[in-house]
C-alpha cells in the first residue's frame, strides 16, 4: 500500500531530479514568505473505491503549482518549458517501494503561476482482520 506521504515525497523527489537545487519544493502549506522560483505540490482530492473483497481503488490527484521567480516576467515560453519538462519527468514516480504512472495529464497558467495537474492510482488490499485461535478444547464424548 502506497501512502499519501510517500507518494507527495515521491513526486518531490522526481521534481528535485528534474530541476535541481536552485528552487524551492514545498507541500501541505505554502507559506508567505517562500522565495521563488519554487514549486509547490498540493493534493487536491483523493477518491476511494471498494473492487470486490478486500480490494480498493484509489485515485490520488494534485496540482504541482510552479512560481517562477518574481525579478523576471513569467514569459509563457518560460511556463511551458517548465510545462514540458513537467510532462515528461513526471510520467513515472518512485513512491516507497512502487513505481506509479501519472494519467490525466493537464496544466494551465492562472495568475502568472502554472497549475500542473495530475493524477496517480494505487490498489489497497486490506488485510483481513486477525482472530486469535483458540488455546485449548476439552471435548467429553459418549457413544453407545
Not at 536552485?22 to 508567505?32: A, F, P
Not at 505540490?41 to 473483497?53: A, D, L, M, N, P
Not at 525579478?71 to 509563457?76: K, Q
Request: charged share 25%; no cysteine; hydrophobic share 35%.
Amino acid at each position: 500500500m502506497v501512502s499519501s506521504k510517500e507518494l507527495a515525497e515521491g513526486i518531490i523527489s522526481q521534481l528535485y531530479q528534474t530541476f535541481g537545487g536552485e528552487y524551492e519544493y514545498h507541500r501541505d502549506e505554502l507559506e508567505q514568505d517562500f522565495s521563488a522560483p519554487a514549486f509547490w505540490v498540493h493534493k487536491t482530492s483523493t477518491t476511494h473505491e471498494h473492487i470486490v473483497g478486500r480490494r480498493y481503488f484509489q485515485t490520488h490527484n494534485y496540482d504541482i503549482q510552479y512560481f517562477p521567480a518574481a525579478d523576471r516576467s513569467a514569459s509563457t515560453d518560460e511556463l511551458d518549458e517548465v510545462a514540458d519538462a513537467l510532462t515528461m519527468s513526471m510520467e513515472y514516480v518512485d513512491a516507497g517501494d512502487v513505481k506509479l504512472r501519472a494519467h490525466d495529464v493537464s496544466y494551465q497558467v492562472e495568475d502568472g503561476v502554472l497549475h500542473f495537474f495530475v493524477s496517480y492510482d494505487t490498489w489497497i488490499w486490506k488485510e483481513k482482520e486477525r482472530v486469535p485461535f483458540m488455546e485449548t478444547l476439552t471435548q467429553i464424548q459418549h457413544t453407545r
